[in-house]
C-alpha cells in the first residue's frame, strides 16, 4: 500500500501543529498581559493603518450609498415615528442641561472634582473592521496620539459597542461586545428594576440569539422585560450612566440557582462608521 | 531594474496580495450592516482568492510563493487580531489543502471553483477551531456552517467565478 505521509512529514507536521498552537496560546496570553503591543508589532499597525485610510475611502463610500438607499426605504414610517417622539425628546433635552448646571454648581458647593458620571469624549472614524470568524474588531484612526488606553469604552449610536483592545500610536483596535473574549464585554453595569437597582457585569454574549448576558444575579429586585440597562461605574475606567441595552428576558441559570438576565444591545453593532471613546475623568487620571 | 521589470507577475502579485488584504478589511467596514445582519456572518476573502488564482494557474512556479503565503498570513494576524498564528496557519492550510486537490483536478472552471469552496471550509474551520484555543467561541458547529461557511462559500466562490477569466488573462500578460 502506498503511504499518504512519510514518517519525515509525519513530525514534521506534529512539531508545526504543537508550535502554532503554543504561538496561539502566547500571543494570546501576551496580548491580555500588555496595554501596548511592542515597538516592532505597533509600527508595523501604525504603517498598515495607513495604508488602509487610503483604501476606506472608496469602500467606505459605496457602504454608505448601501445604507443609505436602505434608509431611504424606511423614510416614511420612521419620520411618523420619530415626529412623535420629538417633543418629548425637546423637553428632555432642557430638563437635562438644567440638572447638568445645577449638578455642576452642587460638585462645586462639596468640592467634589470629578465623579463616575464625568467623562470626554474622543471622536473616531472607522478605518477597517477584521474580516474574521471570531474577535470581531474595528480598527479606529485615534491611538495613543489622542490619549486613548486599553479598555476605555467606546460608543456609537444610541449605546456602547465595545472597549479598546490595543493602542498603536495613530490606530487602535475596538473589541466589540459580541466578543466573547474576557477584554471585550466584561463590564460592570446596572439595571433599574421596579424594588431599586440590580448590579452585576455582564458575563457573556450569545451570538446566536445577538444578546448580552448578565449572569450570577442573585438579587431579589424585580426586573422586567423593557427595563434599560447601563454602566454602573464600578471598575473605575468605564464611567457610569452609558446606555447599554434593554432587558429581553429573565431566566434561571443552568442550575436554577441564579438568576440569567438577558440583554439586547442598543448599538447596532453592524453599520459603525464613526465612534466616540469615552475617557473617565477618574479612570484617567 | 528595469521598468518593464516592474509590470512581471512576481512584483504585481504581492502588491495586488496585500492591497486585497486591506481592501477585505475595508469591504466588512463598509458593507458591515449587510455582512454581519443578525443572524448573519459573512466575511469577504478576496486574500484567499487571489492566492486561489495562483494555485489554479500555476503561479506559483514564478514567485517565492510560499514566502508570501506565509508574510501575508503574519500580517492579518498582525493588523486584524494581534494574536499570532491563527491566519497564518488558516492561509497555509488553505493553501496547501488547494494545491494538492490541484494535483488531482484538471484545469477547467468548475474543477477549479470546487478546489476554492474545499479550500475556503479549511480556511473557515481551521479559524473555528483556534477560537476553542483561545476560548472565544460561542457558536455552535452547526450554526457556525449553516450562518458563516455556506454565505461566505457562496459569496467568495461567486467573486472568483466572475473574475477567473479576468485573472486568468492578467496573469497571462505578466509573465
Known amino acids: ?285 | 531594474m528595469a521598468f518593464w521589470q516592474l509590470t512581471r507577475l512576481r512584483v504585481v502579485y504581492p502588491i495586488v496580495l496585500l492591497f486585497l488584504l486591506f481592501v477585505d478589511g475595508s469591504l466588512m467596514s463598509g458593507m458591515g450592516g449587510i455582512f454581519t445582519a443578525f443572524p448573519w456572518h459573512i466575511l469577504p476573502v478576496l486574500t484567499l482568492g487571489w492566492l486561489f488564482y495562483a494555485v489554479q494557474f500555476d503561479a506559483e512556479t514564478d514567485m517565492p510563493f510560499w514566502l508570501y503565503v506565509i508574510l501575508i498570513g503574519v500580517l492579518f494576524d498582525m493588523y486584524y487580531t494581534g494574536i499570532f498564528g491563527t491566519y497564518t496557519l488558516a492561509f497555509v492550510s488553505s493553501v496547501a489543502v488547494m494545491m494538492q486537490l490541484h494535483k488531482v483536478l484538471d484545469e477547467r472552471l468548475l474543477s477549479g471553483l470546487f478546489m476554492f469552496l474545499v479550500g475556503l471550509i479549511v480556511y473557515l474551520l481551521v479559524t473555528y477551531v483556534a477560537g476553542f484555543i483561545t476560548g472565544v467561541s460561542s457558536v455552535g458547529l452547526t450554526a457556525f456552517m449553516l450562518f458563516e461557511v455556506m454565505p461566505t462559500v457562496i459569496l467568495n466562490v461567486m467573486i472568483a467565478a466572475v473574475g477567473y477569466y479576468p485573472v486568468w488573462s492578467l496573469f497571462q500578460f505578466l509573465r
Do not use: C, H
Open chain 1, 1 to 285: 500500500m502506498r503511504k499518504i505521509f512519510s514518517s519525515r512529514t509525519v513530525v514534521t507536521i506534529i512539531i508545526a501543529v504543537i508550535v502554532i498552537v503554543g504561538l496561539i496560546a502566547g500571543s494570546n496570553w501576551w496580548a491580555k498581559r500588555t496595554n501596548t503591543p511592542p515597538f516592532i508589532q505597533r509600527f508595523g499597525n501604525d504603517l498598515a493603518g495607513g495604508v488602509s485610510r487610503v483604501i476606506a475611502m472608496p469602500t467606505n463610500a459605496v457602504g454608505r450609498t448601501a445604507n443609505s438607499i436602505g434608509n431611504l426605504l424606511d423614510t416614511f414610517s420612521e419620520n411618523r415615528d420619530l415626529k412623535s417622539k420629538i417633543d418629548e425628546y425637546a423637553q428632555n433635552k432642557v430638563r437635562l442641561q438644567t440638572i447638568e448646571e445645577e449638578n455642576a454648581s452642587l460638585k462645586k458647593k462639596l468640592k467634589l472634582q470629578a465623579t463616575l458620571t464625568d467623562y470626554k469624549t474622543v471622536s473616531a472614524v472607522t478605518i477597517s473592521r477584521s474580516p474574521t470568524t471570531w474577535q470581531s474588531q474595528l480598527v479606529i484612526n485615534k491611538g495613543l496620539n489622542s490619549g486613548l488606553k486599553k479598555g476605555m469604552p467606546v460608543l456609537a449610536g444610541a449605546g456602547i459597542i465595545g472597549r479598546i483592545s490595543e493602542v498603536n500610536t495613530t490606530n487602535a483596535k475596538v473589541a466589540l461586545i459580541s466578543d466573547t473574549s474576557e477584554e471585550a464585554n466584561r463590564f460592570a453595569i446596572t439595571i433599574k428594576g421596579d424594588d431599586g437597582d440590580v448590579n452585576g457585569i455582564v458575563t457573556n454574549f450569545n451570538r446566536e440569539k445577538n444578546q448580552l448576558i448578565m449572569g450570577q444575579v442573585t438579587s431579589d429586585n424585580k426586573i422586567k422585560k423593557g427595563d434599560l440597562v447601563k454602566t454602573s461605574g464600578l471598575g473605575g475606567i468605564i464611567p457610569a450612566g452609558i446606555f447599554v441595552g434593554t432587558v429581553t428576558s429573565v431566566t434561571k441559570d443552568d442550575y436554577g440557582l441564579s438568576k440569567q438576565i438577558n440583554i439586547e444591545p442598543a448599538a447596532d453593532l453592524g453599520n459603525i462608521t464613526t465612534v466616540v471613546v469615552a475617557v473617565s475623568e477618574i479612570g484617567a487620571q
